[in-house]
């Protein structure tokens, strides 16, 4: 099975719509198998968002980052990684289809509600940068056999 970060901004947190896009997941069949509160800092905002430090938007960026904790989670699933971005849409709320969580809950850019892994490779990176390995759990839900058809199951 494939994993995948989500971290639900602080727009998410302070909205108080987490909750309502957990549901969306757990309801798609994706699995939670690590999820943890915690305040950013300078250090882990540098190091997750560098392929955006050079640009003008970034320093507010930064600031919102830290205004209010993130929920960090690692949901795992079939083709995780795809499923979450799409569930997700384009980072601009603007352009997100409705049915989409950031169609649904944003009109923005940069207050998206959540961050998502783009691919397997830096889906496996973050999950690194904000996880040791004992807060990763391997559990079977049991719900699991009416979630994937027998051939689908990894």
Excluded: W
Aim: charged share 30%; with cysteine.
């Amino acid at each position: 099975m494939e994993k995948t970060l989500v971290l639900f901004k602080p727009d998410a947190i302070n909205r108080g719509v987490v909750g309502e896009i957990l549901e969306r997941f757990e309801n798609k069949g994706l699995k939670i198998v690590g999820a943890k509160m915690m305040q950013l800092d300078d250090a882990i905002i540098n190091e997750h968002y560098s392929h955006i430090a050079d640009k003008a938007f970034f320093p507010p960026y930064k600031d919102f980052m830290k205004r209010a904790p993130v929920l960090a989670l690692i949901l795992e699933g079939n083709d995780a990684v795809r499923v979450v971005c799409t569930m997700s849409g384009p980072t601009r709320g603007l352009e997100a289809m409705p049915g989409t969580i950031r169609g649904d809950y944003s009109m923005s850019q940069g207050y998206n509600i959540v961050h998502r892994s783009d691919s397997k490779e830096t889906a496996k990176e973050e999950i690194a940068r904000f996880f040791k390995k004992d807060e990763i759990f391997d559990y079977v839900r049991v719900d699991y056999d009416v979630v994937y058809a027998q051939d689908e199951k990894e």
